[in-house]
């Protein structure tokens, strides 16, 4: 619209002067000579020129509104292109999730069994096997069956070996028990084998073999034995079926993988090439799968000739490497899709590599979890979804990581844990128990949650509970010296005002009010206190009973050793406010005992005691603390009937 005013406006402009200002045709200085020979008085001049400029004024507002319009509509053009983009990154990450589901499934049919699935107890996985090389090309697939024989002598038919046998889509691995090393269920490689080169006989029961089959191997035959009948059964059919189902798949497949074949290398020089088209595809499974098999291939010839594309490989290879790395770095991938990536980046040669960015993944997932997560009115729902998801992620990555990486790399993972416990901590303490409208019983159920879940997680091998304790103390304590102070200031203002006479109940209803109250706090046989209606207790020191017994409840849950000390202090400072005021107060002594020794070895001793029991220990902390609480007893005397300290 705006070039087709653009069009009208020159077009009417140039109309009186005879010239179409848009015509590809027009010549400026026969435009300006002609004026000047028609006109030639300087006002037409300058009318001429005025419109000119106001001509020349309007088309560069709206040449700049064009450039704007066409800049705006790049930009957006550029976001949705970055936004196809991702959804056919993401699109190819769930098509080789479907993929491998697929593969597994026709596995399964094949075999009758589903993959990754075990029938003994003996969970011994193929990383266990020493000597055997985790890039070996028949180590493609996963792990059908597994299991525990006995291998016989052929003449003797006595036992001379324990193997441990792992039947594969379209190989068979046997490993022997080496007893020569220290670590248990260490296996030592025998053989591995594709399915196509190896035959199994099955042996009749006799009165000298009872559940044997051989397994042949060349020239060499093992005959081993099951543990049990249907043991051998499920061997002989697992392994029968695979065999058919290899033979079949070799077979459909010998027009297709030609190009692959081992007796034919020429393919292996176009390798480089096609694993960077696959690059290209972001097909890097195919890639990863490729570049192996030339590796393999390629350290079987031994003709100079191939120096050159073995450099080549290497060089793109490389590539690969890198491109797989970067890929890891990309934020918000599918759990399956960091699985995958993850994997492909360990069998290119980079563990470390990749176990960091593993890691790192986690980590973002994490604080991804913890920035959707919205702060409730109650403090402990909020914590209760906090720990939900960090231990739910922690225990997912230490299974998942213990199944990708080998045993050397149990230490990185570790190091992360512990650096993601200490990020869960300050993120803690920020929110929740530096917050000004955290009480210490909000602290207290919410630091109850974590230890509750730190305790469930020992079941995955996860005890890192002290951790949590040794960073989480130093707040911890902050909250119990907040919440002591207050507890002291408000206790001491109270016992001034309250009476410090025993206390007389005017009915049965008081009474059963005050073992209701005595109860609660958990006190044990409140009736030895009462003289018909009649209490021997005053009531300011029944009032200090029910306030500790709030403060004593929240201190129970957060007791440890790094925050008992802390605990420990007040109850004695406590106990001193208590006895200083009613020395203050009151002027008797059987009275002024009998309340002190009810605070004393009932309020204070079932309090601490409390504590012990929560924490398992023993009750030498008790002593200690009644040996302290003595001493401040020993310092109330009492002189010709008047009590002070």
Known sequence: GDALNLSRAAAAMASRGGEDFASTRFDPVRFVKSIVSEHTTLAQLQSHRERVGAFAERNAKLLKANVYKNYTQNIETSK????????????????????????????????????????????ISLSAVQGLLRSHPLLDGTCLHSGKVAQLDNDSRTTIAQLHLFLLHAALVMAHYDTTRREAGSLQLVFIDALSDIRVEDVPNSPRLTNCFVIRRDVERYLVCTASASEKRLWLSLLRKCMDATEASESSAAVDDSEYSRTDVAWLLDAPE?????????????????????????????????????????????????????????????????????????????PEQASAKYLAQWSSSIQREFRRLKMERMVELYVLKFARIFFSTLKYTGREYSRIFESAHKSAYLIWMEREVEQFCRTFSRQVLQSSTTSVASAAESMSIIVQHAQAAKNDGLDFEFLFWRLLSPKLVDVIDEAGRVWIASTAHDLVDETWQPKEFAGQQPVKVFLEQMTKCEIEYPEQFLE??????????????????????SCVRLYHATTKSSIMLWICKLFEVFMTRMAQAYDGREAFETNARFVLDVVVSSAVSRMEEHAGKKKAQLREMMKMLQDVWRDATIDDGVTHI
Not at 540 to 546: A, D, K, Q, R
């Open 80 to 123: 949705e292109i970055s936004r196809l983009e991702a959804e056919m990154y993401e699109l190819g990450h769930v098509m080789h999730e479907y993929n491998q589901n697929f593969q597994s499934l026709s596995d399964m049919l094949a075999s009758g069994r589903v993959p990754g699935t075990e029938t003994n107890d003996e969970h």
């Open 274 to 350: 096609d694993i960077d088209v696959f690059m290209a595809q972001r097909a890097f499974d195919k890639a990863v799968e490729l570049a192996q098999r030339a590796r393999i291939e390629l350290q079987l010839q031994t003709d100079p000739v191939w120096k050159k594309t073995e450099a080549a490989l290497e060089a793109i290879v490389k590539r690969l490497t890198t491109a797989v790395s970067e890929e890891l770095d990309r934020p918000g991938l599918r759990r399956q899709a960091v699985l995958t990536t993850t994997k492909l980046l360990i069998q290119l040669g980079e």
């Open 532 to 553: 018909g209606k009649k209490c021997k207790l005053f009531e300011s020191t029944i009032g200090l009973c029910v306030r500790s017994h709030h403060y004593v409840t």
